[in-house]
């Protein structure tokens, strides 16, 4: 289902979504609780916009939201030199011929997943955390650096519900397993 769900998102092209990048991918799947199916725009700002993409299986339904920055190529070097813990193992590699595939099956045209040092798209990760995680109901992802093709990926899990993902000495995004937390305390704690 996010498969389809990720298409239902690339209706979101042209020049205003080029160089987008996601900040926050929000991930449910369990029994019916919104009546709206397909894409909504949730909140929409100068450079900013949330969406939803909602599709029903039987009582069944999926439903990712996400958070995109428009018009911000995240970087592609090294900002901050944050070492990868100790506790972190290898998790993944994505070669630009996955990405590739990916972006052209999905429809997603946007300049950033393209090239030897194309950015791994966030839906893509999503994807592979979903192959990873046991419990896949809810889960969501809050970006912080991109992640570059053929780039190792660590797995850092914190506790059950909260895992840090590394590339290249930069943490790449937080994954939070369950209902999201309201404050850094309850992820730690």
């Known amino acids: 289902m996010l498969m389809d769900l990720a ?93 590739t595939d990916f972006v052209q099956t999905m429809g997603d045209k946007n300049p950033i997943h393209k090239g030897p040092d194309a950015i791994i798209p966030g839906i893509l990760l999503l994807s592979e955390v979903l192959n990873t995680v046991i419990d896949s109901e809810d889960l969501t992802m809050r970006f912080y650096n991109a992640a570059l093709a053929g780039q190792s990926l660590y797995w850092n899990q914190l506790n059950k519900k909260h895992v840090e993902v590394y590339s290249k000495k930069r943490k790449v995004f937080d994954l939070i397993m369950g209902k999201p937390a309201k404050n850094r305390r309850d992820i730690d704690g």
């Not at 030199?81 to 011929?97: E, G, K, L, M, Q």
Request: with cysteine; charged share 20%; glycine share 4%.
């Open 7 to 99: 298409k239902q998102l690339t209706i979101l092209q042209g020049e205003q979504y080029s160089n987008s990048s996601i900040a926050k991918l929000h991930w449910q799947y369990g029994k019916n609780k919104y009546n709206e199916t397909g894409l909504s725009i949730l909140k929409k700002r100068h450079h900013f916009i949330k969406t939803a993409c909602t599709m029903k299986k039987g009582n069944m339904q999926a439903r990712l939201e996400t958070s995109l920055i428009l018009h911000c190529i995240p970087q592609r070097t090294v900002l901050n030199n944050t070492d990868i813990p100790v506790s972190a193992i290898f998790w993944r590699i994505f070669s630009p011929t996955e990405i």
